[in-house]
């Protein structure tokens, strides 16, 4: 059975298909992406599992094919110029379709590709990690890294269809499932206190990739995102909620070099960290926080820096963030379970004590 | 005295200030541009002639400055991350804005880069040549040039404000002059019957750079351009008009290299091949096409392709423009002075006498 969710952008809004049978329905995909040409961007992981099942959706179209290597480290403008290259290799012009085949890293360095070749053309998503599915192929992020900061080149272009096939996640490594977790507790911590219990009861089915469980996640993952979106599709002010755990996050991935620790790992410890200072600010309950940690740590995920960062180094990285303005560091808060606050207005020394706390700790 | 010409896209509306005095007004472009944080980006030409004076208009602002080499053969992706490194390096946020300070090159590069950074950041663009005040710094069209073809890489961003100080015009040298004149002429011909009747009067007065023939012939020109993006901002349609001269253009650009014939001066050219290949096709009269050719040639632009260029070289390089869909060279032409067409249906064999005729010629 396929969900269906709606974000709403007038002009621009799509469908997200949700299930496991996303990927094998009858002219789903097909009907939906209707371009005569239409280009695979995949990496090698992903590609021999999948790309001849959503090939031959498309066989009497012409079917391009880009295969890149498997990683954040590869989520680079050098990746993006070769996209490029391809596609004027082939001669594609603007009425063709790019076709996101694979996890983040793919969805948003395609995304990126598809906002700016000649200006712009189509392009659909069809994310084969948990995270992908509920968090970054939803809402038109799309972005490289430079060396001295992650997303930092990109653009918001939205896809015109989302295609999350549970099924594919049958095949993803244990640690990118608990970073996909991550994203999803999220949701239940910054809006949706009710989810995050369903997630709390579920928790072990969602581990063990029980496909009821997992289709739920995604659709109400992706309902929470859809209208935080619709509210506020190029981050002006609420989108930033959806970045809890971020800030701190960027700044371990930054550190510790793009794909040594995944996304999703960052953020599950950021997201820690984010919940201690909102602890230690008199926001939000002790039994709160720990409930969050437990959810974090129960998901299999760091819940902890890494021991070698410094109050320094994440000072200076979390300086370069997207959110700050006049050289204030912006962060996601808690003032409940369900309730976030984007502000540059807290104690100082609550983030000190909170970055000090990560070094201190035996 | 300076003019006021109003972009209408509904939320991203701006405005375009013409005139003399533009660059030495109280307060306009300081009170139009408010961010704490400018970032001037400008070329080692235009810079130490007027980056000064526009770093004087935000004397208590943090201003920072990037100087890039001049022309055409920088629009590159290359240039475009020495961009991104230069602001990230600088910690420049989303609430700052980039000031490009040139022309076209300086523009769509700079445009491209306020679009990519973090997602996009404002920009206003202070064109100083007579091709970017009348054309590419008005209609949000930005972007870098790729090995294949020009202008494959960008995004279709609107600018907050566009300051044409037509006094920076007199430092222009004579061939980047008649390269601005190409598409004044273009106006008139595609949709200005009037105004090409007005240039015909005016363009020794235009040559010998009067400020009022110059101020007119910029609002003229930014009118018409102003009316066709409100129609038509993303070049769904109509246009493309804008790209009369501009398929073959782009063909001579290519082959010759970038930056050894100016922009305007091969649309010169290849506006020529359009109005001889209307002609061709019975669509226009022998007077007009004619009127149309002089008019360039008095402006002292080339009227024929360079010589040691082919029928194949063009084919092949004008099947990558970006108006093609379905394999089909599409082009703009006249059906009248003042009435021009895109299409991709005409008679073959009027272009490939066209292109032969530019061979063939004694």
New interface residues.
Partial sequence: MTTRVEVDLGERSYPIFIGPDVGVEQNLISSTVQS?TIVIISNDIVAPLYLSRIRDQFNSRNCLELILPDGEAHKT?GSF?RI??FM??H?V???ATIVALGGGVIGDLAG?AA??????IAFAQIPTTLLAQVDSAVGG???VN?P??K??????YQPCAVFADTRTLATLPDRELSAGLAEVIKYGLIRDREFLKWIDINLDDLLKRDDDALTFAVQRSCENKAVVVHEDE??QGNRAILNLGHTFGHAIETAQGYGNWLHGEAVGAGTCMALRMSHRLGWLDEVDMKWGIDLLKRANLPTRAPRDMGTDDFMQLM??D?K????KIRLVLLTDIGAAVVTGDYDAGALSATLAEERARS
């Fill in positions: 005569d403008l110029e490029m290259t004027l290799e001669r012009d603007r009425s990126f906002a700016s070749y000649q200006r712009g992020k799309t972005a430079h001295l900061g997303n930092m080149i990109g653009a918001f190029r981050e300086a370069r997207k700050n303005i006049g050289g």
